[in-house]
């Protein structure tokens, strides 16, 4: 259920300040299914998601930012402009997708090269053996958890 609101969240972000009525309810609910159906994909794919960054914050993002150019109204927000049901137009509907085209390549060309820099300094991946025996153990010298005698208390004492 938790995972559900999240969902939610993301794609009315965008919108918010910019929508009314029924229209918050149409994107939530349209971006709970379309980011369930996203989720869905890195088990078909196989890429490796683990927070669903991708599936939940990526496509949610890009709904919510579509959305505005579908649902926005200025009875709401006189310094905003309408979107296509409000008689707008397809105008501001392709304003946010040219912004969200323009964040995508702004995004990839900045991470790409970010790491590029960590890879030819200090590495993008910690090796095989640090991965199984586990990242907080291995590059942070902690453990989650203690199952000494006393439990986590054991280093209390």
């Not at 927070?51 to 939940?56: K, P, Q, R, S």
Request: one cysteine or more.
């Amino acid at each position: 259920m938790m995972m559900m609101r999240v969902r939610r969240l993301v794609a009315i972000t965008p919108c918010a300040g910019f929508v009314g009525g029924m229209s918050p309810i149409i994107i939530g609910f349209s971006a709970g299914v379309i980011c369930f159906l996203a989720i869905q994909l890195k088990f078909k794919f196989g890429y490796d998601d683990s927070l669903d960054v991708v599936g939940v914050h990526l496509v949610g993002g890009i709904v919510g930012s579509l959305m505005v150019g579908i649902f926005a109204d200025t009875a709401v927000n006189s310094l905003g402009a309408d979107g296509l049901f409000a008689g707008g137009g397809a105008s501001l509907l392709g304003k946010q997708a040219i912004a969200v085209g323009a964040t995508l390549v702004w995004s990839f060309v900045i991470s790409f090269i970010l790491a590029k820099v960590i890879d030819a300094t200090i590495g993008f991946r910690v090796t095989a053996d640090d991965e199984a025996t586990g990242l907080d153990l291995t590059q942070h010298a902690e453990t989650a958890y203690s199952f000494g005698d006393l439990g986590s208390m054991g280093r209390h004492g």
